[in-house]
Structure formats: C-alpha cells, structure tokens
C-alpha cells in the first residue's frame, strides 16, 4: 500500500493498522536479537522525559499515535530511529507496568490517533 491510498483509509482501516503496529513492537520489544539489530539500548537517554512516570501506557500510546499520524499524513519523512524509539519505550513500558495489555495499548493509540487527527 504506497503513502497516497493509506491517507484515503477509513476508520476500520486505521485500526487494522494500528493493531498490526502494536503487534510487531511487542514482538520487536521481546528480542534481543531485533533491539541489537536496531540500537534500542541507550536511545531513549537523551529523549524520555518524567511525563513518562505518570501514564507510560498512555506516554507510549501517543507516541505510536503520532507517527502512525506522521507515515499517513506525510507530515514528516518517518526516521529508522523513531522505530527503535517505539521499541525501547514498549519495552521501558514492560518494565514498570506489571503487565502491558496489548489491547489496552492499542485502544489508547486509537484514542490518540482520533485527537490528533482532528
């Protein structure tokens, strides 16, 4: 699907691929071998801020909402590093939350996804 027909998307559309983003940054957030591969360890020193100890689920949340807005919208080129960014917040996020529900995630990235879009 090339940048033009994902700007056309509905709704049902949107979800599908958020579901399908916060499904392969878990899967991505559990490997070793993927975080190595992307530079997750140490990227996140100079970019979290203590906004992150209120809600992670919900910092991590609006985070992957803006890029998904961002690669749609084209507002900005998506960078690598924004993928290993998301990566180590969700697994920053795994860290404090006792258990991050993948569902959960995903209905606050649509929540996000819905405000920033207007």
């Given at each position: 699907?090339?940048r ?6 509905g709704?049902?559309?949107?979800r599908q ?5 916060v499904?392969?940054l878990?899967?991505?957030s559990?490997?070793e071998e993927a975080?190595?591969?992307?530079g997750v360890?140490?990227?996140?020193a100079e970019?979290v801020?203590?906004?992150?100890l ?10 992957i ?6 690669a ?5 080129p998506v960078?690598?590093?924004?993928l290993?960014t998301?990566v180590?917040?969700?697994r920053?996020?795994?860290l404090?939350v ?6 959960d ?5 649509m929540r996000?996804?819905?405000?920033l879009?207007g």
């Amino acid at each position: 699907m090339n940048r033009r027909e994902r700007s056309s998307q509905g709704p049902q559309d949107s979800r599908q691929r958020v579901e399908k983003a916060v499904s392969q940054l878990f899967l991505l957030s559990r490997s070793e071998e993927a975080c190595r591969l992307l530079g997750v360890d140490g990227i996140l020193a100079e970019q979290v801020d203590i906004s992150l100890l209120d809600d992670p689920l919900d910092y991590v949340a609006y985070d992957i909402a803006a890029a998904v807005r961002d690669a749609d919208e084209e507002v900005v080129p998506v960078q690598a590093s924004m993928l290993s960014t998301l990566v180590a917040e969700v697994r920053m996020c795994n860290l404090m939350v006792a258990h991050v529900d993948q569902h959960d995630l995903t209905e606050r990235v649509m929540r996000h996804l819905r405000e920033l879009q207007g």
